[in-house]
């Protein structure tokens, strides 16, 4: 798809031939000219053989394609060695989990997975090699993991104890962590550490180590990372956000983000490999009114997100520097004075990776928010790169209710797009609408009609609506409407990304959901309270506000609505389910109510806990309006939950349905896996509704027995990744949205029990044609970049608490524009990607010459750095235990309390005990407030005299990890 680039809400330039998703990392090859490796958010690593050759993607066949690091070690033959640290590492909300480092040493043909165990659902955010050492001694910067979900319902799935800067010193066979204390006190954690976000080692003096510790500052070893010492910065004050370094030659540099994390707090650079430093100026450009990146807190910034740094290696005396924030800079005098590099556009805003080109002195390559781009440092123009790279992050996906040649789509950071399978694959996508597009559907009745959600901003909730199909969209007047009707009843807010549904009887009758549900009877033109109740959990805020709004298909009377858990308030918000058979009601004279909604939550069975988990969708059937499937993400070994249930009463009961209802773990072999579900669909090819599909973080996999038993159904084309959407047309034809590979249609699906084949369509370009048949085999086709054949399951055993949400959205937001335009004839198009930020507001055109542009808004809102919250207090007594008894033996049990002071209930993620010791009784899964629980441990001693050992309490309480000493003698 074309875009033109914005920054801050400003157009630049004429429109970029070819947009793709997320990159987050990128290494040049030295020994191969135009060689080259990328790493993206959630969509895998790709690899370009030369510099005419084209990318091709070779990651799919591990348990994650979600990357935050990659790293190079030229020195070894035949090839290379490529390293991945896993898990993309910006701490946002669809910031998604890994499954450690992968590394290969044949480009990518085969993989070896490192630090399985210690880095299991966590993200790592930098890597550095020591290639002087053999074996090779490795920095891990390791920060937490979140799954996420349409409409930005995020969970935190790693465990914070695993935060930190981690070593091995061979080659990643084991690993340490530096423990909490090593960097100082972290203002965020009691007993975890801080996360690591950025480690080097200055390649012409190894030892030489520098590290960045979000909230804490930069970090220096001069002995290879046995001892460390905290930079001196000059003027650093107000305290210290997310920071980024660089190393070579003896030089090195660091940007500090601020607290907040919206602006930098200092910009500084070391003569002498991190051991002084002074302080230069912090990059930042003005276009028109609006001022990128900067030390002000009013500028359109995001340092907590967009932060990459790196030095020219063509200039021996270090001073050539390059930074990226939402815009992108050089300095050639170390950092004194800063050039924008994007005066007339020709990049993506949204900055995250930097590779300085080996085979082109000064020129270098960036990737972003818009995918990959290089510069040419002597013509001083930018190229994209991104025709085969094909790693959309698509929110949401809307089918034409007949016609499955077209569907409307939502895409982060690049609008809402159309796509029409008749036309050639380039031009098959259309942008039609600006900013991060959230959900997209189709009018169920009239599909003339059309409607979108923005990314909600600090002005308010966002939508578009198209009265020609989805060719062009309007959103000021509509959005104006809707937003006066929220302000008029107090309304707390909306969703990141706002849930909308289309009545399935009544043309041009839309339901919008924030705290409350509004309705729109004109096709989302005007708006109304379609009931006067909060339908949330209870919080001030947008944080947990409706994230699904599901009409029954077969009675457009009865409706359900999903508000999301939330724990960045003071307590934990739980996530609601409430029902309706007054969907068709809206507030009125003779109504003053509104309709009435009915709380179903405490219907759930006992063993869900909905502030100690995420529910992500409801998915009702479409021939009965009693039968839903509820979806929980999280994972079943840390929440002691499972993924998902059934009412067949309208919400009166609900039954597991994932076919693990004992809560195994690992999950019996014909049930779901043990991964996070972001939506389901059941199918109606099956008028029983025992068919049903789930959208997971690693695929997509089927049930044709309501839930007894599951398969994988990504039939070799969809590779382990995330799956935002899943949505059929009244043909029955299936539509996935992907969080980092576009999207793909289920074509042919025959009888429910057919077995399918699984057949990957590719073509030459990154957007593939679909062809639906009737046969009984169902075949997925991808709207994107072809991808090997491969059907992937992901292991998942964490020992994940959340405690602590991530970031959920950019600070700085544009307003969409008032009317976006577009030529009923389309431009060459790809299938589009997005970012979390709506930052980068593309410009929806259809030709060069047509722009629609957004506008800032004139404030910055920002969602500070994850802190947890205080949920309760974990009390173990007594914490020091003696025991004694003859060697062999097993001594008599000591009882250990644990109970909850607090209000809420406390995850207990497991217990672990060191030396001579055995907990012969543990705990559930949970302890509930004001209640109270019993460890026993008996003493084993295989050896006379003292015998010390600890027992360790994981759980999620604010108080964190709770220890007992024991203290054991063998006689």
């Given amino acids: 798809m074309n875009e033109v680039p914005t920054f801050g809400g400003v157009a630049m330039g004429t429109a ?202 930069v970090f220096r070893s001069s002995n290879s990372g046995f001892s460390w010492t905290l930079a001196s910065l000059p003027n650093l004050t107000g305290g210290v956000g997310r920071a980024s370094v660089a190393a070579a030659n003896g030089v090195a540099y660091a940007i500090v983000g601020a607290a907040d994390g919206v602006e930098f707090s200092g910009f500084y650079e070391s003569i002498n490999d991190g051991v002084t430093w002074s302080q230069a100026s912090v990059p930042s450009t003005t276009f028109g009114a609006v001022t990128l990146d900067g030390s002000s807190s009013s500028n359109f910034s995001q340092s907590f997100f967009d932060q990459t740094i790196a030095i020219d290696p063509a200039d021996a005396s270090g001073a050539t520097v390059v930074f990226g924030g939402v815009g992108i800079y050089r300095s050639t005098n170390g950092g004194t004075g800063w050039t924008s590099l994007v005066p007339s556009g020709g990049t993506h805003s949204d900055q995250h990776a930097i590779a300085f080109d080996p085979a082109g002195a000064h020129s270098f390559y960036l990737g972003n928010e818009g995918g990959l781009y290089r510069f040419d440092a002597g013509l001083l123009t930018w190229a994209p790169l991104n025709a085969s790279i094909g790693v959309a992050q698509a929110q949401s996906v809307g089918p034409h209710p007949t016609n499955s040649n077209v569907a409307i789509a939502g895409f982060r950071d690049n609008g809402t797009a159309l796509y029409n399978a008749t036309q050639p694959p380039a031009s098959s996508w259309t942008e039609v609408d600006n900013l991060d597009g959230g959900f997209a559907l189709f009018d169920t009745v009239n599909p003339i009609f059309a409607y979108h959600t923005f990314a909600t901003t600090s002005a308010g909730a966002w939508i578009s609506r198209s009265t020609n199909g989805g060719v062009a969209f309007n959103s000021a007047a509509s959005s104006a409407a809707l937003q006066t009707a929220m302000a008029t009843v107090g309304d707390l807010g909306a969703a990141y990304f706002p849930p909308i549904a289309s009545d399935p009887a009544v043309v041009e009758r839309v339901l919008f959901g924030a705290h409350s549900v509004y309705v729109s009877n004109d096709g989302m033109a005007t708006w109304a309270q379609q009931t006067t109740q909060d339908l949330t959990g209870g919080c001030n805020s947008g944080e947990c506000a409706l994230e699904d709004l599901e009409i029954a298909p077969s009675d457009h009377t009865k409706a359900y609505a999903l508000a999301m858990e939330t724990s960045t308030t003071f307590r934990p918000t739980p996530f609601k389910i409430f029902t309706t058979d007054q969907a068709d009601m809206q507030v009125s004279v003779g109504q003053p109510e509104g309709a009435e909604w009915t709380d179903k939550t405490a219907q759930l069975p006992p063993i869900v806990f909905p502030d100690s988990t995420q529910a992500t969708g409801i998915a009702v059937d479409p021939f009965n309006s009693a039968v839903a499937y509820l979806s929980l993400s999280g994972f079943t070994a840390a929440t002691g939950m499972g993924h998902v249930f059934v009412t067949m009463d309208f919400g009166g009961s609900w039954t597991q349905a994932d076919g693990n209802p004992d809560l195994q773990s690992p999950p019996p072999a014909n049930a779901l896996p043990d991964v996070p579900v972001l939506r389901l669909l059941v199918d109606r090819n099956d008028p029983t509704a025992n068919t049903v599909l789930a959208a997971t973080d690693i695929g997509i996999f089927r049930t044709t027995d309501g839930g007894n038993t599951w398969a994988p159904f990504n039939l070799g084309v969809i590779p382990a990744v995330a799956v935002f959407d899943i949505e059929q047309n009244l043909s029955g034809v299936i539509f996935a949205a992907t969080h980092g590979r576009g999207i793909f249609e289920l074509s042919g699906e025959g009888s429910p029990g057919a077995t399918p084949t699984s057949t990957a369509t590719t073509a030459g370009s990154p957007t593939l044609t679909p062809t639906p048949t009737s046969s009984i085999s169902a075949t997925a086709t991808r709207t994107g970049t072809p991808s090997p054949t491969s059907t992937l399951t992901r292991s998942a055993t964490p020992t994940a608490s959340s405690t602590v949400s991530p970031t959920a959205s950019a600070t700085a937001t544009a307003t969409p524009s008032t009317t976006a335009t577009i030529s009923a004839t389309p431009t060459t198009a790809r299938t589009p990607i997005t970012s979390p930020t709506p930052t980068s507001s593309p410009t929806a055109t259809a030709t060069a010459t047509s722009t629609a542009t957004a506008t800032p808004t004139a404030t910055v809102s920002f969602t500070p750095t994850p802190m947890p919250t205080v949920a309760a207090t974990l009390v173990v007594s007594p914490r020091s235990v003696a025991f004694s008894t003859k060697l062999g033996k097993k001594s008599k049990a000591k009882k250990i309390t644990a109970a909850d002071k607090g209000n809420v209930s406390i995850l207990l993620i497991g217990a672990q005990v060191t030396g001579d010791f055995q907990i012969s009784k543990a705990c559930g899964a949970s302890l509930k407030p004001k209640k109270a629980c019993i460890y026993a441990v008996v003493f084993v001693p295989t050896a006379k005299g003292p015998r010390p050992g600890l027992l360790t309490i994981n759980n999620n309480s604010s108080s964190g990890p709770r220890t007992v000493n024991f203290q054991g003698t063998g006689q």
Avoid: H, K
């Fill in 16 to 217: 970029i031939a070819g947009v793709t998703g997320r990159v987050t990392a990128i290494v040049a090859d030295p020994t191969a000219s135009g060689r080259m490796f990328v790493g993206t958010g959630d969509g895998g690593v790709w690899m370009r053989a030369n510099s005419v050759g084209t990318f091709v993607p070779i990651f799919d066949l591990e348990p994650t394609l979600a990357v935050g690091a990659l790293a190079l070690d030229t020195t070894t033959s035949p090839n290379p060695t490529l390293y991945v640290g896993s898990g993309e590492g910006n701490g946002t909300a669809d910031s998604y989990y890994g499954e450690g480092v992968f590394v290969s040493s044949n480009l990518g043909v085969t993989w070896t997975q490192l630090g399985a165990t210690n880095f299991a659902n966590a993200s790592i955010a930098s890597l550095a090699v020591d290639t002087t050492q053999t074996p090779r001694t490795i920095y891990a910067a390791v920060t937490y993991g979140s799954s996420a979900n349409r409409a930005e319902a995020s969970w935190v799935e790693s465990d914070f104890s695993q935060n930190g800067l981690w070593r091995s010193s061979d080659g990643g066979e084991s690993w340490i962590s530096y423990p909490a204390g090593t960097f100082g006190a972290c203002p965020y954690f009691t007993y975890d550490p801080c996360p690591a976000e950025s480690v080097v080692i200055d390649p012409a003096s190894p030892t030489a180590v520098l590290v960045s510790i979000l909230g804490v500052g």
